[in-house]
C-alpha cells in the first residue's frame, strides 16, 4: 500500500525561527494536504495542493506539490509560541469516484521555545 | 470549528465491552470517514461512507464495524473490546466537487478500556 514518509520527527526551535518539514511517498499523489493537530484535537486543515509543481501560502505558511508528485514540503516562517503542535501531511490519489482514502505521515512534532 | 460533531468526548469502558460513537458530518458533506490514532502508529484510515454506503476499508478490525444513517450522521461500534483499542478515534467529512478532498475533522472520542 501507499506509504508516506514524513521528516522530521520532531523540531525543537527558537522563536523567530524558519521551519521546514517535508513528506514523501512510495507512489504518486494528486492531491497533498498539510493539517495541524493540537494536544487533545482533531487535525485542523491547513494547506491544500492539487497539481504537481503548486506553491501555495497560508499566512506564514507555505506548502509545495512536488514535481515528482511523491512530495511536498510545508515551511513556516518566523515562528511563534502558538505554531507547537504536530503536523501532518497527507496524500490521496483519485481513483475515481467517491472512493477516498487519505494516507497520512506519522506527523512532526513542532516545539517552539519562547 | 470544523463543522463536524463527535460524540461523546471521553469514554471509558472495560475490556470485552461494545460502545458505539457518532459522527454527524458538515451540513452538505455526504461522505464520512473514521479514523483511529494511538501514540505508536499516527493516524490509520478505519473506513469510509459515501451517501450511506460503504466505499473504502482500511485497517478497520473485524470487530469494529460502522454505519451511516439517511440522515447522513454516521457511527462506529467497537465490540469485544481490548486494552489496545484505547486511542483517540475521528471522524472526518467531505464534500463533493474538487474540494472533495478537503477532509474536515471532528473533535476526536478519546476511548479507554481498563
Known amino acids: 500500500g501507499q506509504q508516506l514518509n514524513q521528516s522530521p520527527q520532531s523540531m525543537f526551535i527558537q522563536e523567530g525561527e524558519d521551519v521546514s518539514m517535508n513528506c514523501t511517498s512510495s507512489s504518486i499523489f494528486n492531491t497533498w494536504l498539510w493539517y495541524k493537530q493540537d494536544p487533545g484535537e482533531g487535525p485542523v486543515l491547513l494547506i491544500a495542493l492539487y497539481k504537481a509543481g503548486e506553491l501555495t501560502s497560508n499566512g506564514r505558511l507555505t506548502a509545495q506539490f512536488g514535481i515528482t508528485r511523491k512530495d511536498s514540503f510545508l515551511n513556516i516562517s518566523a515562528s511563534i509560541p502558538s505554531d507547537v503542535g504536530i503536523y501532518f501531511c497527507a496524500g490521496h490519489l483519485n481513483s475515481g469516484g467517491s472512493n477516498y482514502k487519505l494516507t497520512f505521515g506519522k506527523g512532526t512534532l513542532l516545539t517552539v521555545n519562547p | 470549528d470544523s463543522g463536524v460533531t463527535q460524540t461523546p468526548k471521553h469514554l471509558i469502558t472495560a475490556t470485552g465491552q461494545r460502545v458505539t460513537l457518532r459522527c454527524s458530518p458538515r451540513s452538505g458533506d455526504l461522505s464520512v470517514y473514521w479514523y483511529q490514532q494511538s501514540l505508536d502508529q499516527g493516524l490509520q484510515f478505519l473506513i469510509q461512507?459515501?451517501?450511506?454506503?460503504?466505499?473504502a476499508k482500511g485497517n478497520i478490525l473485524e470487530r469494529f464495524s460502522a454505519q451511516q444513517f439517511p440522515d447522513l450522521h454516521s457511527e462506529l461500534n467497537l465490540s469485544s473490546l481490548e486494552l489496545g483499542d484505547s486511542a483517540l478515534y475521528f471522524c472526518a467529512s467531505s464534500s463533493m466537487g474538487r474540494m472533495n478532498t478537503e477532509a474536515f475533522f471532528g473533535q476526536g472520542t478519546r476511548l479507554t478500556v481498563v
Open positions: 461512507y459515501y451517501n450511506g454506503e460503504e466505499r
